[in-house]
């Protein structure tokens, strides 16, 4: 058995992939210890989530700092304190620039609620609606300087229904995201997920736009 990742998460709202991210580690799912919990907003209930569970939880509340680049040089300092093994990026509504990225390459992973490249961004599933798609899904991907973009490692997919709501595609895919993200993290962690350059290998095999998941 290899050995239990170490993880910063940072978050900005709910936190329910935080939650299923505790919910795997609890139930012997996913062998990780989360370091710190970091959320860019003082009211994010993700920060409760981490309270009520005992873990380490801080917020560098964006608004006090003056620009990207000072705000990003606290991140830094706090998370190579930690010295974690992946920064997991569950809700966190800021783009990280070039120097946060350059400082931890292939550590950060970041999830999104469509099929990127497709939607980057906010709205994901009223753009979906509007569009009349008849898919919709979640990614998870490396973080590189750009909204939402990076090298893809995994996605799942399902089929938008007749009459759906927002509400009720947000819950289905907040469903996918609980599902994915804690899976991912493991495959990480078992070594079976390896990132070579900007190419992903799950498994010995190489894909270029992310592996397909199912539930
Ligand atoms: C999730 O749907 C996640 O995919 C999305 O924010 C939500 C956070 O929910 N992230 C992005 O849109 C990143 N661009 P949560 O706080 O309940 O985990």
């Not at 290899?2 to 170490?6: A, D, E, G, L, P």
């Not at 990780?32 to 907003?41: C, G, R």
């Not at 753009?127 to 009349?132: G, Y």
């Given at each position: 058995m290899?050995?239990?990742?170490?993880l910063a998460v940072l978050l900005s709202g709910s936190g329910t992939n935080l939650q299923a991210i505790?919910?795997?580690?609890?139930?012997?799912?996913?062998?990780?210890?989360?370091?710190?919990?970091?959320?860019?907003?003082?009211n994010a209930f993700g920060l409760e989530r981490a309270k009520q569970c005992g873990l380490k939880n801080l917020c560098i509340d964006d608004q006090a700092f003056k620009d990207r680049e000072t705000y990003d040089k606290k991140l830094i300092q706090i998370i190579s304190k930690e010295n974690v093994d992946f920064i997991v990026l569950a809700g966190f509504m800021r783009i990280l620039g070039s120097n946060f990225v350059k400082r931890f390459p292939n550590k950060i992973l970041n999830i999104h609620p469509s099929l990127l490249?497709?939607?980057p961004g906010l709205?994901?599933?009223?753009?979906?609606?509007?569009?009349?798609d008849k898919e919709h899904g979640v990614t998870v991907h490396l973080v590189d300087e750009g909204l939402d973009s990076g090298p893809i490692i995994g996605f799942m997919k399902l089929d938008v229904s007749e009459g759906e709501n927002e509400s009720e595609l947000e819950?289905?895919?907040h469903k996918l995201e609980h599902f994915i993200y804690p899976k991912i993290l493991s495959q990480l962690q078992e070594g079976r997920v390896l990132i070579d350059d900007s190419k992903i290998k799950i498994d010995e095999i190489f894909y270029e736009n992310g592996k397909e998941y199912f539930n």
């Open positions: 290899s050995k239990k990742i170490t505790i919910n795997s580690i609890n139930n012997g799912k996913l062998q990780a210890d989360i370091k710190i919990v970091i959320s860019n907003n003082k490249p497709k939607y709205n994901t599933h009223r753009k979906v609606l509007d569009n009349k819950s289905r895919i």
